[in-house]
């Protein structure tokens, strides 16, 4: 007889059954499921929930994934790259702000003026604010050399998300050739780790071809690999990308919000001090998805500080929300938002992963 989902949320460890069942219920199962991750939240991390001044500062990407909108095969984007000055100003926004951390993400480039300027930013903006504001980059593939260059000028976080632990499946979402592979991505996950970043990684929820064993198996995966933070979100299909095509098998968008906040609570059980951001995607599906999110696991939430004139064109999926506010209003939305979520934010602090903190007192 399978257990029921009270007996499996009170055992210590899970197994890929366990997870799978979890992932699949639905009503009073599913009530019981978030109840158990919010109380482990509560425990291992507290109310506090902890900014990240998102700047998407470029949308120019020499790589061609087939299910993201500023893919280099879609023609019909309007390329732009926010000038260094703009890019610091949102930063000092940030620290003035008491953000307490900034990502810098982008379309990925790894020439030699691109990783050249970077270092250069992340050099200016720890100068800007007296070394105060934490930097998280999100800036794809990169040799070691690089990711060793960037952590030395104060980068001390990366998000790098493995989008499927199944390689399978990851082919089918990529194309197939070496700019692709997956075995660059694990080891690029692998490098960043050993270079001592908090190491970031994540997936998309709902892809086609994608199932619940592979969605287990990837949690599984950032347990097994120790990650730091994760930062995962539906799925969100955008009309001028390859997959589009199978937009008829995905499940619904409600579906796939439900199955991210499901995904989040089982992590956060797994996993119970490291940190998981809201992502954005959700609020593209529910107008209070991160809330949702916060409240059942996730701590970690990432503001747009974008310019607004630029916001409109860094669209990996459609329906993106925020697009047409200043940063300004960001803050005041966020701050009711996190409030009703029965959150508090950590101002000025950098939270950063307790899991990192922890797993290096253990070496
Ligand atoms: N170039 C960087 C960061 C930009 S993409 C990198 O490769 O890491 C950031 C994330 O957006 C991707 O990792 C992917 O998981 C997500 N994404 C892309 N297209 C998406 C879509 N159509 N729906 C939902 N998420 C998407």
């Known amino acids: 007889m399978s257990k029921s989902i009270q007996q499996i949320l009170e055992q210590d460890s899970l197994t890929k059954e366990n997870i799978i069942q979890l992932l699949k219920s639905t009503g009073e199962d599913e009530k019981a499921l978030f109840a158990k991750s919010s109380e482990v939240k509560l425990n291992y991390i507290g109310k506090n929930v902890h900014f990240r001044g998102l700047v998407e500062f470029s949308n ?59 270092e250069n930013l992340l050099k200016e903006i720890k100068k800007l604010s007296n070394n105060e504001l934490g930097i998280t980059i999100s800036l794809g593939e990169q040799s070691k050399e690089t990711y060793q260059r960037w952590y030395d000028a104060g980068a001390h976080r990366y998000l790098l998300r493995i989008e499927s632990s199944n390689r399978e499946l990851y082919e089918k979402i990529h194309p197939k050739n ?80 439900r199955l ?62 925020c697009i047409d506010e200043g940063a300004d209003d960001c803050t005041n939305c966020m701050e009711a938002r996190i409030n009703m979520a029965d959150g508090e934010i950590g101002y000025g602090e950098w939270g950063d992963s307790r899991h990192y903190a922890n797993r290096r007192k253990n070496v």
Not at 75 to 90: G, H, P, T
Not at 290 to 296: D, G, N, V
Not at 306 to 315: C, F, K, W
């Open 60 to 118: 120019i990407c020499k790589k061609d994934c087939l299910y993201c909108g500023i893919r280099a095969g879609n023609k019909n984007v309007d390329r732009y790259d926010i000038a260094d000055e703009e890019i610091l100003k949102a930063a000092k926004f940030a620290y003035d702000n008491n953000y307490g951390s900034v990502v810098l993400q982008s379309g990925e480039r790894s020439d030699k003026e691109f990783v050249d300027r970077i």
């Open 178 to 257: 070496d700019n692709h592979a997956h075995a660059t991505r694990l080891s690029c996950l692998k490098a960043l780790q050993n270079i001592g970043y908090q190491t970031g990684t994540g997936v998309m929820i709902g892809i086609p071809f994608q199932t619940y064993e592979d969605l287990a198996n990837d949690l599984l995966f950032m347990k097994e690999f120790d990650i730091d933070m994760v930062g995962m979100g539906p799925f969100i299909e955008h009309d001028e990308t390859p997959l589009y095509e199978y937009r008829d098998q995905l499940m619904s968008l409600n579906n796939r919000f």
């Open 260 to 321: 991210t906040l499901r995904m989040i609570a089982v992590l956060r059980i797994l996993m119970k001090d490291i940190n998981i951001a809201s992502a954005t995607a959700l609020q593209a599906i529910d107008p209070l998805g991160r809330e949702k999110a916060l409240k059942i696991g996730a701590n970690i939430i990432m503001p747009n500080i974008t310019p607004t004139n630029e916001r409109a064109n860094y669209l990996l999926y459609q329906n993106k929300p």
